[in-house]
């Protein structure tokens, strides 16, 4: 039996449509959308348009306007770049612009998690996608705050002070007298903090994203 002419041709391409290589970038137009389905990606696709390059010029404007003014202030934790995290947990080396200005508190309207580039938060973007950026931020600033500015740069640092204060000065030397308030409990506090906040398996390592050793070498850094 002889199958007629249209029927043969029909086989015959879809033999040659199994065995072609199909360029991706023609391919997927073999699996379309559905009409309505294709209005409603339309309408999300028009709100992600790109600027035109007047907008672009205003945009700039008004940031130059606001840096000259002194609103916009940059965040750069570049100082945990590097510093090991255990297994589960993650800070990122972020960078962030925060606005502020005569009745308007401080706030975030931009954030970078990479030194090295990548994508660009802002107040745009989805909320739970600006939400963990603000989040991941606020991770890293919490972990330099705890570990460099309070422990190291505070409590650490003036610990040498106390000591020589005690084994070098009279107690009537009237900078003995000065200083003796502010560094009454420094060396019984630092004490307490080496035994149970930075220790192995301390405080640090259960709650610090930098925790277990990655704490000791952001203040060796710092240093």
């Given at each position: 039996?002889?199958?007629?002419?249209?029927?043969?041709?029909?086989?015959q391409r879809k033999i040659l449509y199994e065995r072609l290589s199909i360029p991706p970038a023609?391919?997927?137009?073999?699996?379309?959308?559905?009409?309505?389905?294709?209005?409603?990606?339309?309408?999300?696709?028009?709100k992600y348009a790109p600027e035109d390059k007047a907008a672009k010029a205003e945009e700039r404007r008004r940031l130059q306007e606001e840096l000259d003014a002194g609103h916009i202030f940059i965040l750069d934790y570049a100082i945990v770049e590097g510093i090991p995290c255990p297994e589960g947990r993650?800070?990122?080396a972020g960078l962030g612009l925060l606005h502020a200005c005569e009745g308007s508190p401080l706030r975030p309207i931009a954030i970078q998690l990479h030194q090295d580039g990548g994508p660009v938060w802002t107040p745009k973007d989805r909320p739970l996608e600006w939400l963990l950026a603000k989040m991941h931020l606020t991770c890293a600033d919490a972990n330099i705050h705890e570990?460099?500015?309070?422990?190291?740069?505070?409590?650490?640092?003036?610990?040498?002070?106390a000591v020589a204060l005690e084994r070098n000065l009279p107690s009537y030397h009237p900078v003995f007298r000065l200083l003796k308030p502010h560094l009454q409990y420094t060396i019984a506090i630092n004490t307490i903090g080496r035994?149970?906040?930075?220790a192995k398996d301390g405080v640090s390592d259960k709650i610090l994203s930098i925790g277990q050793g990655g704490h000791i070498d952001i203040m060796a850094k710092a240093y």
């Amino acid at each position: 039996m002889k199958w007629p002419k249209y029927v043969r041709i029909q086989r015959q391409r879809k033999i040659l449509y199994e065995r072609l290589s199909i360029p991706p970038a023609i391919n997927q137009f073999s699996h379309a959308c559905e009409k309505s389905q294709a209005v409603e990606v339309f309408k999300l696709l028009s709100k992600y348009a790109p600027e035109d390059k007047a907008a672009k010029a205003e945009e700039r404007r008004r940031l130059q306007e606001e840096l000259d003014a002194g609103h916009i202030f940059i965040l750069d934790y570049a100082i945990v770049e590097g510093i090991p995290c255990p297994e589960g947990r993650h800070c990122a080396a972020g960078l962030g612009l925060l606005h502020a200005c005569e009745g308007s508190p401080l706030r975030p309207i931009a954030i970078q998690l990479h030194q090295d580039g990548g994508p660009v938060w802002t107040p745009k973007d989805r909320p739970l996608e600006w939400l963990l950026a603000k989040m991941h931020l606020t991770c890293a600033d919490a972990n330099i705050h705890e570990m460099v500015t309070h422990l190291f740069a505070c409590h650490l640092l003036m610990e040498p002070w106390a000591v020589a204060l005690e084994r070098n000065l009279p107690s009537y030397h009237p900078v003995f007298r000065l200083l003796k308030p502010h560094l009454q409990y420094t060396i019984a506090i630092n004490t307490i903090g080496r035994n149970t906040l930075i220790a192995k398996d301390g405080v640090s390592d259960k709650i610090l994203s930098i925790g277990q050793g990655g704490h000791i070498d952001i203040m060796a850094k710092a240093y």
